[in-house]
Every structure is written in structure tokens, then in C-alpha cells.
């Protein structure tokens, strides 16, 4: 079986989550951690604990739809980038973000690079 890079990412982006959850979970407790619960810098936090399932998720997804329609190409190699740029970005940015909320527009990263990402898969599905 040939090695998949959005296969292993999108386990270890799930493995993280859980791990990231763990870790963020030992201080939700804590009435002022990060600023409280309703603060930017608690939310951003929680966006990139999130990120990780989606992420993952979205990876996993990518793997079984090009496994299963035998997708191959230089778009589906591209998209597999995307993905996997925007899935690493994403959870770096929201940490980024959360101390640095001026640097807002390195969102652009994660979200363009999954918009590519969708739109090369979709445009590869729709011609079966």
C-alpha cells in the first residue's frame, strides 16, 4: 500500500485534537484562564483545539475520495498540498492570532489554501 501524506496527517491531526483538548481542558476550570471564558485569546485557542478535528477530518475525506473514484493528476496532487497547508496553518494562526490579534490577515494562508483544495476536488469529481 502506497503511503499517504493526508492519510497520516489527518490521524495525527485527530491525535492532536484529542491531546490538545486534554491539555486545554485541565484549566477550563479556571474562571479567568486566557482571559475568561468569552475572550478573543480563549476562543482563538479553542478555534485551533477544533481545527484539528476538522482538519483531520477534511484530510481523511480527501483520502477516501480519491482512493475510491481512482482520482490521480496534477490537480489531485496539488489539492493534497492545499490540504495539508491549510491544515497546519490553521491551528498556527489561531495561536498566532490570539496573542497578536492585529496579524488577523494570516488567516488568508489556511483559508485560500483549503478553498484550493476544495475547489481542485470538485472540479475533479464532477468530471466522473
Known amino acids: 500500500?502506497?503511503?499517504?501524506?493526508?492519510?497520516?496527517?489527518?490521524?495525527?491531526?485527530?491525535?492532536l485534537g484529542f491531546i490538545s483538548g486534554m491539555v486545554l481542558g485541565m484549566f477550563f476550570h479556571?474562571?479567568?484562564w486566557l482571559g475568561g471564558y468569552g475572550s478573543f485569546k480563549r476562543r482563538m485557542y479553542r478555534l485551533g483545539h477544533?481545527?484539528?478535528?476538522?482538519?483531520?477530518?477534511?484530510?481523511?475525506?480527501?483520502?477516501?475520495?480519491?482512493?475510491?473514484?481512482?482520482?490521480?493528476?496534477?490537480?489531485?496532487?496539488?489539492?493534497?498540498?492545499?490540504?495539508?497547508?491549510?491544515?497546519?496553518?490553521m491551528p498556527l494562526c489561531c495561536v498566532v492570532m490570539a496573542h497578536f490579534p492585529k496579524a488577523h490577515m494570516i488567516f488568508a494562508v489556511?483559508?485560500?489554501?483549503?478553498?484550493?483544495g476544495g475547489m481542485l476536488v470538485f472540479l475533479e469529481v464532477i468530471k466522473l
Do not use: D, Y
Open 1 to 15: 500500500m502506497k503511503s499517504n501524506p493526508n492519510l497520516f496527517l489527518a490521524w495525527l491531526w485527530i491525535l
Open 30 to 32: 479556571r474562571e479567568n
Open 50 to 89: 477544533i481545527s484539528f478535528f476538522g482538519l483531520g477530518a477534511v484530510n481523511l475525506l480527501f483520502c477516501l475520495t480519491v482512493q475510491n473514484f481512482a482520482l490521480v493528476g496534477p490537480l489531485i496532487h496539488f489539492a493534497s498540498l492545499a490540504f495539508i497547508t491549510g491544515a497546519i496553518a
Open 110 to 116: 489556511p483559508v485560500v489554501s483549503l478553498i484550493t
